[in-house]
């Protein structure tokens, strides 16, 4: 309409001030939160998969330790060099204990007697692989959700935070254990809780905010690089599809040292 006003370029009229900076917030927020909940989930995997590579290969570890320390010895008694000698106290002095009966056959003697998997490897028939290292994909879907939901970075005082932490805490919780029924538990609860209020913030207020969110952004990321550059960590990326095979391809090379190391003892104590 002729003489009729236009709207203000970057926004309509009316507009709050300090609506373009609010959605600057909520659009780091939401990135913050999708780089928590991937972080989360590497140190998930990093911890189940450390868990499962001590349980599987420790006590082959500490077989080959025992085995150096043995030859070391041997090579000591037969040659009765100083040197020698002094390399013989140094290894034994590097190995472990030796795990205990129970270490060495945990979760492979059942009510039954031996396990498949034992009883597999003592008759040279192919092992079952192990139980799966990550969580289910529909555990880690829920996880996803309820973390974009609940995060304690999404409150705006602190009560609300401590709410949200605590909620989190069980749901991290609960996924870590890869418990679907559990956080489907914990998906009603929060579905049925209390609707946080929205509080329009100050230009001031705002800015603190994004400072805030920028330093934990930079606490996280130093957060996932030592996830990553952990031993662990660099195992698991060489292979974040089957992380279990890569298991059965370190014990067989595992294996392989041990015999290799048997025969050298045994050459040496003839």
Do not use: C
Request: charged share 35%.
């Amino acid at each position: 309409m002729a003489g009729g006003s236009e709207e203000p370029a970057g926004g309509s009229a009316g507009e709050r001030p300090e609506a373009r900076l609010d959605q600057a917030v909520r659009v780091a927020e939401q990135a913050l939160i999708e780089f928590e909940i991937a972080v989360e989930t590497f140190r998930v995997e990093v911890e189940n998969f450390s868990r499962l590579h001590h349980q599987k290969l420790g006590p082959m570890y500490a077989r080959l330790d025992e085995l150096d320390a043995q030859i070391a010895e041997a090579r000591a008694a037969r040659t009765g060099d100083p040197e020698d000698v002094r390399r013989a106290q140094e290894a034994r002095a590097a190995v472990m204990p030796m795990p205990g009966v129970e270490e060495l056959f945990h979760e492979w003697v059942d009510s039954d007697g031996l396990s498949a998997e034992a009883a597999a490897m003592l008759t040279d028939r192919p092992v079952q692989p192990p139980k799966r290292v990550r969580p289910s994909d529909e555990v880690r879907k829920l996880y996803r959700d309820l973390a974009r939901q609940a995060h304690p970075d999404l409150a705006r005082d602190e009560d609300e935070r401590k709410r949200r932490e605590e909620f989190i805490t069980r749901v991290n919780a609960a996924y870590a254990r890869g418990d679907e029924a559990l956080l489907r538990e914990l998906s009603a609860e929060w579905a049925a809780g209390p609707v946080p209020e929205v509080r329009l913030s100050e230009a001031e207020e705002l800015y603190a905010r994004l400072e805030w969110l920028a330093r934990r952004k930079e606490m996280l990321s130093l957060v996932a690089r030592d996830l990553e550059e952990s031993a662990i960590g660099a195992m698991l990326r060489m292979a974040p599809d089957d992380p279990d095979r890569l298991l059965e391809e370190i014990a067989e090379q595992l294996l392989a040292q041990v015999a290799e190391r048997e025969g050298e003892l045994a050459a040496l104590v003839r």
